[in-house]
């Protein structure tokens, strides 16, 4: 049976495809297959890709990333990461909030490795977090 958090992760890869236009050519995202590497959607129309991060608060400067170890071979061979939305929600006493982001260009220095304790699920699985995300330049996609 799959984590809350997977779960909530799945839900928000399906809103972004719902309400979000590719950000190059306005033709419709879709989901790429369960556990494609570094990709979650592309666009139907042009060479677009991205990762998808759901999160369930405001906007925030560091967000949990993804397995470390596929990661570091492509950045190693010399690709860059592929752009990043962000998907935030949440309610405060105002009501239920939602802000999509998207971050064209995330650097190496923007990510930083953690590895899982010997006493996790995943015992000493290694994996990333996008890091300074609130100084790097992005776009507001969708904002609720």
Known sequence: MPGLNKQYGDEGEREVVALI??????KELMLLPPSYPMCDVQCSGCNFRAQIK?????????????????????LKSGYLMPPLIANYKWTDKTGSHQEIYFYPFVPKKNLKMRQLSETARRANYKMFNYIGLDQLPYFTLYKK
Do not use: L, Q
């Open 21 to 26: 236009p590719c950000p190059n050519c306005g």
């Open 54 to 74: 759901t999160n369930r608060s405001k906007p925030k400067k560091e967000i949990f990333g993804a397995g470390w170890d596929v990661t570091e071979k492509v």
